[in-house]
């Protein structure tokens, strides 16, 4: 049975960093691309980053530059280190790990298998 647990989210100001870590169980994280999405008030979830089974990264843009995702085999957990956060990063961030091959668009949700149960994270002004 597989799970993902997020945490490390949290209220921080502009500019502010924050980890957000991804505890997995039942799956080995070097088997699964693992990514980052999220969902702000009103608006659809979108990509934030992902990491291939190769250790390979992608990022979207808005992002690319501030966030960086890496996973820990022995621990079985992903990181999100997200720095200079902006208002925009306002959203519930969740995990999720799918079996893509690399030709797959890492950044579409739906290729996604297993999904954590978000974490909130709040940019303050």
Request: glycine share 10%; with cysteine; proline share 1%.
């Amino acid at each position: 049975q597989v799970q993902l647990v997020e945490s490390g989210g949290g209220l921080v100001q502009a500019g502010g960093s924050l980890r957000l870590s991804c505890a997995t169980s039942g799956l080995t994280v070097s088997d699964y691309a693992l990514g980052w999405f999220r969902q702000a008030p009103g608006k659809e979830r979108e990509f934030v980053a992902a990491i291939r089974q190769s250790g390979n990264t992608v990022y979207a843009d808005s992002v690319k530059g501030r966030f960086t995702i890496s996973r820990d085999t022995a621990k079985n957990t992903v990181y999100l280190q997200m720095n200079s956060l902006k208002l925009e990063d306002t959203a519930v961030y969740y995990c999720a790990a799918g079996a893509l091959r690399y030709y797959h668009d890492h950044r579409t949700s739906n290729l996604y298998a297993y999904w954590g149960q978000g974490t909130q994270v709040t940019v303050s002004s």
